[in-house]
Every structure is written in C-alpha cells, then in structure tokens.
C-alpha cells in the first residue's frame, strides 16, 4: 500500500516536460519574448541529450529563426548534406531511383546531418545562459490536475520498493506547478498518453 507524502512545491510561470529539441526550443523562445517569466524544464534523462537519437538530417529554417547566430555560437550544425540517393528495396536487390522523379520534400540540399543528442545539449547551454532552470536526471511521474485544469507536475519518489513502501533514503518528489505546462516528452510520452485519455485529445 503506497504511504502518505508530503510534498514541496515550487511555482513558475512555465514548466516544459521534456528537454529534446521541442522542450529546449520553448524554453529559449519563452525567454527570448519575455526574459522575466521563469521556466523550468524538465528531463527524465541524466542529462540532456542522454535520450536522443544519435542521428539526424535537419532543415536549419528553425534554428535560423530561433538562434540566428548559431553559427558564431559554436552550434554543432557543420556536416552539410552533398548527396541524395534514393533506393527502391526487394529481398535481394536494391534499385536506385533517379533523383528528379523524387518530390522536392525529398532533397536535402541546404540540410545538414547533425547529432541531435549534441544539438540538444548546445540548446540547453542556449536555454540556461537565457535563465532557464534545467533539471536532468528528474523525470515527470504525475500530473498535477486541479478543477480540470493541469497545473503541474509531480517528479518520481526516490527510494520506493517494488510494494510500494518506502525505503530507507527516500525522498518524496516535488510539485513542480505552472501557470502553464507545456508537455514535450515526444511519440511516447506516459504523461502526454494520460492527457490524451482524460481530456479526450484524440
């Protein structure tokens, strides 16, 4: 049977769930429009960055508008994509299509192929050096609802056993509450999916 907590809070104008490229990119702009609100973010990771796919091709317009100088700023945005190759797969054999037969949306030209786990941790440098309050290695366990309206969230206890009952060590998570929250845990996200159930989202 699961105890009885008691738990702090703290209170910001906005929380963010998730520190990839969705996460950081709110935080940096919420400052941009209005450096005196104060945002948190969370990351359920040990740092960010830590649950990144390693891989990926990016149109830079984003980061273009977000961080116009992010060349200067040492983005590590530096591998230019130089080739397109499209292959049509059979169990043994792969053919190669011609390039112009391909949709524009398929080209890469002006792309880059980039690390996202890197580019997530410049971001973050990004979001802190703004005042963003980052907090790895604390992932969002609960939602904090109060008369239909989400308010929070609640970070994971530490020290619970698999019954339910507490350990020595352990430590109740916080409320971390907002006059927003903005959830961007990506495809998989438990939060997002409770969301989806109890406001009828999809």
Known sequence: MTEAVQRESMEYDVVIVGGGPAGLASAIRLKQIN???????????????????????????????????????????????????????????????????MPPLMYNHTNYIVSLSNLCKWLATQAEALGVEIYPGFPAAALVIENGVVKGVTTGDLGVAKDGHHKDGFTPGMNLLGKYTIFAEGARGSLTKELFKIFKLD
């Open 35 to 101: 450096p005196e609100i104060s945002v948190c973010l969370l990351e359920k990771g040990s740092e960010i960055g830590a649950h990144i796919l390693s891989g990926a091709v990016i149109d830079p317009i984003g980061i273009n508008e977000l961080v116009p100088d992010w060349k200067q700023k040492g983005a590590p945005i530096d591998t230019p994509v130089t080739d397109d190759r499209f292959y049509f797969l059979l169990r043994s054999v792969a053919i190669r299509l011609p390039n112009f037969a």
